[in-house]
């Protein structure tokens, strides 16, 4: 069984910087796709970066130029840099491990989400 964990969220004023962290255990390894979503009140949980386990990334076109996504093979951690924060970044973000292997089969985990708010 896998576990992610993530840490870093909080209130950040608008132009801030936040960077999220999401530790991975258990079965998940560095060859899964991590990534991060988000889910705003009262909105639909969104992609906002994908890392492969080759490092090819990908990014919602919201947040390409201000957001990095980054991952750390040795530690099984993925990070979120996010700058230039405005308050329509406001969500829960919440970390993602994907595999699916050669022969179909397919392996989805989530982290608990933390909350970023930004706000003057």
């Known amino acids: 069984q896998g576990q992610l964990v993530e840490s870093g969220g909080g209130l950040v004023q608008p132009g801030g910087s936040l960077r999220l962290s999401c530790a991975a255990s258990g079965s998940i390894s560095s060859i899964y796709t991590m990534g991060w979503y988000r889910q705003a009140p009262g909105k639909q949980r969104e992609l906002v970066a994908a890392?492969?386990?080759?490092?090819?990334?990908n990014y919602a076109d919201s947040v390409k130029g201000r957001f990095t996504i980054s991952r750390d093979n040795a530690k099984n951690t993925v990070y979120l840099q996010m700058n230039s924060l405005t308050p329509e970044d406001t969500a829960v973000y919440y970390c993602?491990?994907?595999?699916?292997?050669?022969?179909?089969?397919?392996?989805?985990?989530w982290g608990q989400g933390t909350q970023v708010t930004v706000s003057s």
């Open positions: 993602n491990a994907d595999r699916i292997t050669p022969a179909g089969l397919e392996y989805h985990y």
């Open positions: 890392i492969r386990s080759g490092g090819i990334t």
